[in-house]
């Protein structure tokens, strides 16, 4: 029987395919014996889907850029060690081994078991552990089912779950999962958000989907509206092949703006910048038409090794970036490196109560001044090849931008006496995610060329909620007065002195905040590649004096639900 | 075979993260590691055995390395606890 089934779109697109339910804890697996002959074959079938498993973790870890990297690719981390570790493999070796046990047996046994160790503790860290066991050997197990029954796969399926993580989307996708349908999660979560750039429709928040939706169900799913529909009927349907060539218009278009201009219906150009920190990105970037790449990530550089990049290799990555782009302008960021990153070199200063309001980005750099000098002879070495700026992150005071400023200036002054060929002026610019630099940005505009606003942890530390933190919720959003109306001060104070202001969080990646973004009186936004061509869509189907009109409103909303509705009554 | 003393000095003990990196960091010689707390010894490349002593802040545990690059490998380890970890506190 047809019916439909409400949720909350969180990544736009259309899918039409059998539905395929994973309950919570789906591990229930039956006993099973095995003769002792089969021990053999069977512990050669479980490696295999071990290897592979481990391929498919490495992939997703090479295919992880952007803001979300650090983050995903850090339980990505976690899940791989626990995929490799001796006491696993060796109690699944035991068990089949020994106890003769199917190896999908042992799995659920040696699942069960280390959960029940986990979940007796009482740290609730601890006890909350037990989803990375889960999820590790359900990978497993799922990676045996697949090679068992090809069609058993995500493949050309919906899957409806009750959660999802950012990490297990990109390898859905990569399986060929048509959509994905989540009981909770909302269209603000990283999910969400990694859902839009992967372009995987994803509807969030559909409450009745686990108890009304059976394996095999045909389902029609709309990421734009939220609407599910369990056994479509004919009108369904012809609606559905009316939105696909619809859809198939739009990709065309899409892919048509990249050589179109990001303006307004009322003309005015908003500059869409690229954020980078690997080859692709910036090939791509090139690619879509960005006006440059105006936040390039030097971090990769240091972490995941044991020694410092010296100033040639530095140089040289610096240099490739510059000359990508052939001519557009290259931001690069000096390195944000704090105690929360995975730094292998030292470079951290330890023993740190809280990492996030410990020695990182130019605090760091200011305390190890001879690998932040390393690292600004490389960049300015690099600005020999095409228009470059240094954008500088953390920036809490003057100080450090007057600090910065001397050091650029004397280390300019010494590779021209060495004879290196560097540009003539290279702007410098502060980051603006701490909240006192935001308030007191007059105290220092005059002693920088531009400023960005990195939204994502100016949100943090003006909200005092930290972003990895599931148990805060959705305290953590962007869609708060405060973060608005602090935006428009540092947006004002910018312009009023003739400086150029980016915005270069998440945020800026996201279409359906773009409106947003302009009525607070940006016209310069960093995001990912990825979405770039989508939001230089929207900013085509803006008129900008209208929505600078309403911006008034905008800052008078009193709650995130008020920030919603006012987005919701432009489109 | 070399053994040593060593502190858990970070607030959140050997959780997923600190243990990740000492897994890592230990994972990378040839010697074979282990830790002894709370009356208990595990392999202390086991991500899942480190995490399972739930070795919280001030605990003292016994780190025995064992192999051709037993002392460098020590060396890297205590250095790890040394840092607490890289996370502070």
């Known amino acids: 029987m047809r019916h439909a089934i409400p949720g909350h779109g969180a990544s736009r697109g259309n899918a039409l395919g059998r539905a395929r339910v994973r309950l919570p804890h789906a591990l229930e697996v039956a006993e099973e014996h095995i003769p002792a002959t089969k021990v053999e074959s069977e512990l050669q079938r479980l490696h295999t889907a071990i290897d592979a498993v481990r391929v498919e973790m490495r992939n997703m870890r090479h295919q992880l850029h952007g803001a979300l990297a650090h983050e995903v690719g850090e339980f990505l981390d976690i899940h791989a060690l626990l995929l490799d570790d001796p006491e696993l493999l060796q109690g699944l070796d035991d068990l089949v081994r020994k106890g003769l046990y199917g190896v999908d047996y042992a799995l659920r046994l040696q699942r069960d078991r280390l959960a029940s160790v986990f979940e007796g503790m009482d740290d609730t860290y601890f006890r909350s552990r037990v989803e990375d066991i889960d999820h590790v050997i359900g990978r497993v197990h799922a990676m045996l089912h697949k090679r068992e029954a090809d069609l058993r796969g995500v493949a050309g399926e919906i899957l409806v779950t009750d959660a999802i993580a950012p990490a297990e989307l990109s390898q859905l996708q990569s399986q060929g999962v048509l959509a994905v349908v989540t009981a909770g999660g909302s269209a603000l979560s990283h999910s969400a958000i990694l859902a839009r750039s992967l372009h995987l429709p994803l509807v969030v928040g559909a409450h009745l989907a686990l108890q009304q939706v059976n394996d095999g169900d045909v389902l029609l799913v709309d990421g734009g509206s939220g609407e599910i529909i369990v056994e479509p009927n004919a009108a369904d349907l012809r609606a559905y092949r009316a939105r696909l060539r619809e859809e198939k218009r739009e990709r065309k278009q899409l892919h048509r703006l990249r050589r179109e201009p990001s303006r307004t219906l009322d003309d005015v150009d908003i500059k869409l910048w690229a954020n980078a920190e690997s080859r692709e990105d910036v090939a791509s970037a090139h690619a879509i038409g960005a006006a440059g790449v105006g936040l390039y990530r030097t971090e990769f550089l240091f972490l995941q090794r044991h020694e410092l990049p010296d100033e040639d290799e530095q140089f040289r990555a610096y240099r490739d970036v510059v000359l990508g782009m052939t001519g557009r302008t290259v931001t690069i960021r000096t390195m944000d490196i704090g105690a929360d990153k995975a730094d292998r070199t030292g470079l951290a200063l330890a023993d740190e109560p809280n990492p996030a309001l410990g020695v990182r980005g130019v605090r760091l750099s200011l305390a190890r001044e001879a690998v932040f000098e390393t690292q600004l002879r490389a960049i300015l070495r690099a600005s020999g090849y095409g228009p470059l700026r240094i954008l500088v992150p953390m920036i809490t005071s003057r100080e450090e931008v007057v600090a910065v400023a001397a050091l650029v200036k004397r280390i300019a002054r010494d590779l021209r006496s060495q004879g290196h060929e560097i540009a003539e002026h290279v702007p410098l610019g502060a980051m603006i995610e701490v909240p006192a630099a935001a308030i007191a940005l007059s105290s220092f505009i005059g002693a920088v060329d531009f400023i960005s606003i990195g939204t994502n942890d100016l949100t943090q530390y003006l909200l005092a909620a930290d972003r990895g933190n599931d148990a805060l919720g959705d305290l953590y959003s962007p869609l708060h007065p405060a973060v608005l109306r602090l935006m428009r001060d540092v947006i004002r104070t910018a312009k009023a002195r003739g400086k150029s202001v980016a915005v270069c969080g998440e945020m800026a990646g996201d279409p359906t905040l773009t409106p947003l973004l302009l009525a607070l009186g940006l016209d310069e936004l960093s995001l990912h590649p990825a979405t770039l061509l989508e939001v230089r869509r929207t900013i085509r189907a803006q008129q900008l004096d209208a929505l600078r009109a309403a911006a008034p409103a905008l800052l008078r909303c009193r709650d995130r639900a008020a920030i919603e509705r006012w987005l919701e009554q432009l489109s | ?89």
Do not use: C, P, W
């Not at chain 2, 897994?23 to 899942?48: C, D, F, H, P």
């Not at chain 2, 003292?60 to 502070?88: I, N, P, Q, Y």
């Open chain 2, 1 to 89: 075979m070399i053994e040593r003393e060593l502190l858990i000095a970070n607030k959140l003990g050997l959780h997923a993260r600190a243990t990740a990196k000492l897994v890592q960091v230990l994972s990378g010689y040839r010697s074979n590691a282990t830790l002894v707390a709370k009356g208990r010894e595990v392999n202390a490349k086991s991500i899942m055995g480190v995490m399972l002593l739930a070795a919280g802040y001030g605990t003292s545990v016994v780190l025995r390395v064992d192999g051709e690059d037993e002392a460098t490998a020590m060396e890297a380890a205590a250095a790890l606890f040394e840092r607490k970890f890289d996370e502070g506190g």
